[in-house]
């Protein structure tokens, strides 16, 4: 028991040492970022400065990293991100910060917040969408704010073909876009589908063919033949003229086509 005793009290001797171990490189390098990062804006090398910041800060969250970081954003042009990071060092800092630093930040602040251009949208139809430089903007009350400078506005709609507006914008400036996106092109869909062409056709006999002629009757059939056919037998010179001047009427088969009119329709 004393043994068990002893390991925990041994464990719980080494814990704050162990933390102090993983704690102090962390400070130290959030203090070398902290100090690079004034070291760049000394340099005027803004972005530099605020990727040491925010490294600085990450490593170890305190107030005064966000007071020089928002001075560093502000140096930067992007006035709203200040505006938000002074705001979170006086939330951060509290009573720490003192009363004429207070001051100060909020008369910043507010000059800060002043000078952002504002861009009032009259855009048809009622539902379109913005981007601002490729990223979607939320729109407050028909109005977007932005940062100073150059900025890319795209409007769109579902069904429109989109607009899209280069501005440069001037500290403290408030301009109106006004504008109609027009509706794309919709190819019609037929409510049916198209039907392939149809022939009617419609016969009309020709003339009706003529009658057969009635055939002579049969040779067979004639009484003189059966009385004349023992001549036959009895001679074949004679059978060859009796064949030869046979009365026979022969008629042709009626000839003729039958003729079409074609109707073609089509249907629309």
Do not use: K
């Amino acid at each position: 028991m004393n043994r068990h005793l002893a390991l925990l009290l041994a464990v719980a001797a080494l814990t704050p040492a162990v933390a102090s171990a993983q704690t102090a490189p962390t400070d130290a390098e959030a203090r070398a970022a902290f100090e690079r990062g004034m070291a760049e804006t000394t340099a005027n090398r803004y972005a530099s400065a605020v990727a040491a910041f925010e490294e600085s800060y990450r490593l170890r969250p305190v107030a005064v990293v966000l007071f020089n970081l928002a001075a560093a954003y502000s140096r930067m042009g992007r006035d709203q991100l200040a505006i938000a990071t002074y705001e979170r060092y006086l939330t951060e800092g509290g009573d720490r910060v003192a009363a004429e630093r207070v001051q100060w930040v909020r008369a910043r602040i507010a000059e800060l917040r002043s000078s952002l251009p504002v861009v009032v949208l009259q855009l048809r139809p009622a539902n379109v969408a913005i981007t601002v430089d490729g990223r979607p903007q939320v729109v407050t009350g028909g109005e977007v704010t932005l940062d100073p400078g150059n900025h890319l506005l795209v409007a769109s709609a579902p069904g429109h073909a989109p607009q899209q507006r280069d501005l440069h914008l001037a500290p403290g400036t408030r301009i109106t876009w006004n504008a109609q996106l027009e509706p794309t092109a919709v190819e019609a869909t037929p409510a049916t589908a198209p039907l392939a062409l149809r022939s009617a056709v419609t016969p009309h006999p020709a003339s009706e063919p003529d009658a057969p002629a009635a055939s002579s009757p049969g040779i067979t059939s004639r009484w003189w033949f059966w009385t004349g056919a023992g001549l036959i037998l009895a001679g074949a010179t004679t059978a060859v003229v009796l064949g030869a001047t046979g009365a026979f009427t022969t008629t042709e088969g009626p000839v003729g086509d039958t003729a079409y009119d074609v109707n073609t329709l089509r249907l629309r």
